[in-house]
């Protein structure tokens, strides 16, 4: 029963946008990159366990970067995907070898002030490219197979599938050595260190593959868009996704995928009721962290098989 839930799930959300309208396909593509953004914060909040509220950051420099190769230099959105997230990625080594030995709440008010700095150099048209205040107009809609995706349902398949794949893989990262080494780091930073583990490489790895996520993340926004302003990479934006993660259980893809279900398309359901929401979101946040600490879907922790050992073997 267990194993045919996930299928179940996948089946009903395929054909979703055939009984929706456009309105409520188009909330549920919000929902996909958000649930994308939140499983690239995972890697570094949930596995890794660093307090980081910039991811926005990331975000921003992705789908700035696919909005100036594709407006000024005429490249498709989906062909600047992958150097989206590699700027994005490098952008995130850049800013986090220095402070990558901090720790908890000093590491979260340094990213905070990440977030900011990039907000502001955007607004100021950094190099004459950002389009200032105003943003960039005039992205090209994207085409995939020669069929150019236009309405919320073809971009509903593409985002969607854009989760399925990143949950399938940031799965198998969550189990490789590197993915158990974060989880070390996370329990015992010292003992980690003492175990051989390189806890600087390993925290700044971590930040530069949820960076290209967030980045490649970024492309599919700017083509749902087709108009970017630094209004849509605010600080907001930044503490959304932190409490997605939190909300659903740091470090469990399922709880991250189910808590932005829960913070980007359950408000939509109560929109009449739209200046109670953030009171509700507040009693909410509160009562979660008062009983169950460890977010709607706490992580279950490894377990390793034994190795079996024949009765000749014992010492």
């Not at 045919?4 to 996909?32: E, F, K, M």
């Amino acid at each position: 029963m267990n194993r045919l839930l996930p299928w179940g799930l996948t089946l009903l959300l395929a054909i979703s946008p055939v009984v929706l309208d456009t309105y409520w396909t188009d909330v549920l593509n919000n929902v996909g990159l958000y649930a994308v953004l939140a499983l690239s914060l995972n890697v570094i909040l949930g596995l890794a366990g660093l307090f980081h509220m910039g991811h926005a950051a990331f975000y921003a420099v992705g789908a700035y970067t696919t909005a100036i190769l594709n407006t000024v230099y005429g490249i498709p959105v989906l062909w600047t995907m992958p150097l989206a997230g590699l700027l994005a990625g490098l952008f995130a080594a850049l800013v986090a070898r220095p402070i990558i030995h901090l720790r908890g709440d000093y590491l979260l008010i340094v990213t905070i002030g990440m977030v900011e700095i990039v907000r502001i150099a955007l607004i100021n048209n950094i190099f004459g490219i950002t389009g200032g205040a105003n943003g960039i107009f005039g992205i090209s809609r994207p085409i995939l197979f020669e069929f150019k995706l236009t309405k919320p349902i073809h971009f509903f398949y593409l985002i969607w599938a854009v989760v399925g794949i990143s949950a399938v893989l940031f799965r198998c990262l969550e189990h490789s050595r590197f993915g158990r080494a974060l989880r070390y780091i996370k329990e015992d930073e010292t003992a980690a260190a003492g175990s051989g583990i390189d806890v600087a490489h390993h925290k700044l790895l971590a930040f530069t593959i949820g960076a290209v996520w967030a980045g490649m993340t970024g492309t599919l926004f700017a083509a749902k868009m087709t108009i970017i302003s630094p209004e849509s990479f605010t600080f907001w934006e930044s503490v959304l996704l932190f409490t997605i993660v939190i909300l659903g259980g740091a470090g469990n893809i399922l709880g991250v995928l189910l808590g932005a279900f829960l913070l980007i398309g359950l408000p939509e359901l109560f929109r009449d009721f739209a200046q109670y929401r953030l009171l509700v979101f507040g009693a909410a946040m509160v009562a979660m962290m008062i009983f169950r600490g460890g977010g709607l879907l706490p992580p279950q922790p490894p377990r390793y098989p034994q190795a079996k050992v024949s009765l000749e073997e014992r010492p």
